[in-house]
């Protein structure tokens, strides 16, 4: 195998599972709690702000009770250690992956712990509830929205992920169920430029047929494992 001196990585809900933190689309999960029109769209934003805000709030509470998992850490190794270039770009609202250890993230679905204001357009980092419209820090308007990247919207940092994966020698995507576009297009444009592709997924994800080798079984015990082989001498 040639050798491999650009890794781009995509992460999706599966890694943070472990985590305690849901995924969407299991039994159970929060797309079967929420309907996605009302909570992740600009629209349900617009007729029912309280029901949205809500419902972020109690996903930044959930998140300030977990942890990182050994597979968020074990990214933030490889991200450290390899001796080429690693870039990761999560679908994960979360902040795991830093909280992990990693410094090279691009969030292309917006964060949980950042804040856009509507009026000034400026974003804030953000911990505490949104839903009694506490005033933006910069412009002090009541009018914060989660920095979340909601169905209709385009997603953040498009140009650079495009670049990464047109310039990558191996792509993996890790814990995503391959459903949303465009990230769910990234392992067919990786394969265009001639990288290789790995999935590493509890299940076998929509697009798992596109990869050249699929691993299955728990991002905790998949992506230490992996990451060991990177790192070892060849
Ligand atoms: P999904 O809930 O669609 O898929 C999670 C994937 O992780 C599934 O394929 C599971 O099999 C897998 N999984 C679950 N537990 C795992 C574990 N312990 N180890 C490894 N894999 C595991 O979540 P995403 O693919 O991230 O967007 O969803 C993509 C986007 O859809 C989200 O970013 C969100 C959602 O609507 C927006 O809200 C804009």
Redo the contacts with the bound molecule.
């Keep these: 195998m040639a050798e491999i001196k650009r890794i781009v990585i995509l992460t ?4 943070s ?2 985590s305690g933190i849901d ?4 039994a159970g ?1 929060l ?1 079967e709690q929420h309907r ?1 029109e009302d909570v ?1 769209t600009p629209e349900g934003f617009a007729s029912n702000p309280d029901l949205v805000l809500g419902f972020y709030d109690m996903r930044r509470a959930a998140l300030a009770r977990a942890e990182p998992n050994p597979a968020h850490t074990a990214l933030a190794r490889l991200e450290h250690e390899f001796r080429g270039e690693v870039l990761l770009v999560t ?2 609202v979360d902040d795991l992956h830093e909280r992990g250890g990693a410094a090279r993230v691009l969030h292309m ?1 917006g964060e949980l712990k950042s804040a856009l204001c509507t009026s000034c357009e400026i974003r804030s980092r953000w911990d505490a509830a949104m839903q009694q419209r506490p005033p933006c820090p910069v412009c002090r308007a009541p009018t914060l929205r989660p920095d ?4 209709g919207e385009m997603p953040y940092q498009m140009g650079r992920i495009y670049a990464a994966l047109e310039a990558c020698d191996l792509f993996v995507s ?7 576009y465009p ?1 769910a297009g990234f392992v067919q444009e990786a394969r265009a430029s001639g990288a290789r592709t790995l999935e ?4 076998p ?1 929509e697009g798992s047929r596109l990869f050249h080798e699929s691993r299955l079984g ?3 015990t998949l992506v230490p494992a992996w990451v060991e082989e990177m790192l070892r001498p060849r």
């Design positions: 999706g809900a599966g890694i599972a472990e995924t969407f689309r299991a999960g797309w996605i992740a679908q994960n679905h979340i990247v909601w169905f890790i814990g995503t169920s391959g459903a949303v990230a590493l997924n509890l299940e994800s728990p991002a905790g």
